[in-house]
């Protein structure tokens, strides 16, 4: 299983979200200007072939206008793309674009913070499921290898990396996560619901058993034990649910034609015209649409944004690395329970011991903040 999951940490290497935090630990001056000549998870790579579709297209309507069409028909697209410019303002493009983000950055945001962990299922685990022998050794790995199969088992139904990853059960149990006695239990199991709980449901069994059997001492931490995992398996339904029930279609329709129909009139509608210049359009004719280019920028870059957040379980730069948190919590988890299991250090007195806290020197101390209000006079 080892081997397995280094040689998946090896491919997924190349392809890991994309993290600045260090380039932005302190605020300098043009601290963030150098996260703009990024290429990896940026907006360039998100974006760039439709602004290119965009140029090409504002291009090709400009040189038709004035190399292809005679007078008469030149004054007909003027007016015609004044009337473009005058009513594509009428689109209420930040209050669509921004309420619509809003709402897929909370859906990301509830996502991540959904994402079953075992480290406080662990913890329980370790403390309480006693026995130095084999067989209290036997029920710890086993109660959290149910715990990680079951996420395992979530996330397959849910993140293309994932299903990539394992495309069969049996790629499940060749990694180690599941023996070929529980596959056919779970296989024998007739259920037209996806059974990621039954792992959960095993798990609530073995830790009864380990009650009966002295290893779990006293019911408290029996019911400590069963709190942690109905924590753990409502975060896997959480991610389940997240996936099965999306943002309503009607309103990804709604700003998506909002947006490309905008630019589509922009396309007609911020032509540099050669008639008589007004409010809607500019004195000089310049040929390059700068701020139109820019406002295309904006805007459908927000587009993108949201496009990118709504389903963090892809393979987008920027998505959740979800192999690398599988064979991270297989890793940890097992390591707590097994191999630090009453393997304590040997407790020594502390540097402290004798003294109430470190001391400095007294010309690098500084003053202690007491509260506000402290030194009011």
Known sequence: MVFLLNRRFKTESSNMTVSYTLKVANATFGGFSKLLFRWRGSIYKLLYREFLVFCCLY????????????????E???????????FAKLIPMSFVLGFYVTQAF????????????????MMVISGNVH?????????????????????????RSISTRVRKRFPSLDDIVEAGFMTTEELKRLNHLCSDFNKYWMPLAWFSNLASQARKEGRVKDDIALRLLMDELNNYRSKCSMLFHYDWISIPLVYTQVVTVAVYSFFMF??????????????????????????TLLEFFFYAGWLKVGELIINPFGEDDDDFETNQLIDRNIQVSMLAVDDMHQ???????????????????????????????????
């Not at 090709?60 to 007078?71: E, H, M, P, T």
């Not at 909370?106 to 913070?113: A, C, D, E, K, S």
């Not at 067989?135 to 199969?149: D, E, I, K, P, S």
């Open 266 to 291: 922009s396309l007609v509608g911020r032509q540099f015209l050669k008639g008589s210049p007004s409010e809607e359009h500019a004195h000089l004719d310049l040929y390059v649409p700068v701020f």
């Open 343 to 377: 393997n304590l250090p040997p407790l020594e007195k502390d540097k402290y011991w004798m003294d109430k806290g470190p001391s400095y020197p007294s010309a690098s101390m500084k003053p202690v903040f007491m509260g506000s209000t402290h030194d009011m006079r």
């Open 59 to 74: 291009a090709l309507i400009s040189v038709l206008y004035r190399c292809v069409l005679n007078a008469s028909q030149q």
């Open 106 to 121: 909370q859906r990301w945001w509830g996502q991540y913070t959904s994402f079953p962990l075992p480290d406080n299922l």
């Open 76 to 86: 007909m697209f003027e007016q015609l793309a004044r009337h473009c410019n005058k």
């Open 131 to 155: 026995g130095t022998d084999e067989r209290g050794r036997l029920l710890r790995r086993t109660l959290m290898r149910y715990a990680n199969l079951s996420s395992v088992l979530i996330l």
